[in-house]
């Protein structure tokens, strides 16, 4: 009797139906790459100005719960009002962020997004990384910062990205002004900016 060997397909198709998973798991993240980088927002700063962030943060001060009083337009805060920011400390030193938006109006529904900050200049604390779902992180850069850490201006290197955050929901006239006259001479095009709505302060 003649022994006949397994066609080469034998050993393909059970190594395939393995690989079938990652194959698609690779497939989603280079379709999300590319769904990021179509949708990328306008690059609203001089390229030519350096940019610089504070050069001391005490993380301890800055935890706790920031409103968004502006920002530059993106895409995953479409139709978003009402925005705060909470930080909070997790045991392994990272900074826990709990983002939350009404959409489309104040009383509007409630949108949630849960992500983990890494502090990447331990020189300063003000240059972080923020990852919202893995693999994907951005650039948190502490620009400038009040005394007293009840406003700050937060941004990145491609000047795509930039917000404006204040302790309470209203900062004073006098206060815009003098934050937005800052961003300008940072090289920021502040016309683009998105004045957010948000709710009166509590008496």
């Known amino acids: 009797m003649r022994a006949t060997l397994p066609h080469t397909t034998d050993f393909v198709r059970p190594q395939m139906a393995g690989l079938a998973p990652i194959l698609r798991a690779i497939v989603a993240m280079a379709a999300a790459l590319v769904l990021v980088s179509c ?33 530059f337009p ?29 959409k489309g109006k104040l ?22 990384s923020v990852t919202f779902f893995w693999p994907f992180a951005g650039d948190y850069w502490v620009l400038d910062l009040a005394d007293d850490y009840s406003w700050a201006l937060v941004g990145e290197p491609s000047g795509r990205y ?3 955050l204040a302790r309470t929901p209203q900062i004073p006239d006098e206060t815009r002004a003098q934050l937005v006259a800052k961003l300008t ?4 095009r502040t016309g683009a900016l998105y004045w957010t709505p948000q709710p009166p302060a509590s008496p």
């Open 39 to 71: 949708n990328q927002p306008p690059v609203n700063r001089d390229g030519a100005k350096p940019l610089a962030t504070v050069q001391s943060l005490d993380l301890q001060r800055y935890l706790g719960r920031w409103y968004e009083v502006a920002r």
């Open 162 to 164: 930039l917000w404006i």
């Open 74 to 102: 993106n895409q995953f805060e479409e139709d978003c009002v009402g925005v705060t920011a909470t930080y909070s400390l997790n045991p392994d030193g990272t900074i826990k962020v709990v983002n939350r938006c009404r």
């Open 107 to 128: 009383d509007g529904l409630e949108d949630v997004a849960e992500g983990t900050a890494t502090v990447v200049d331990t020189t300063t604390n003000a240059k972080l």
């Open 185 to 188: 001479a940072l090289g920021y």
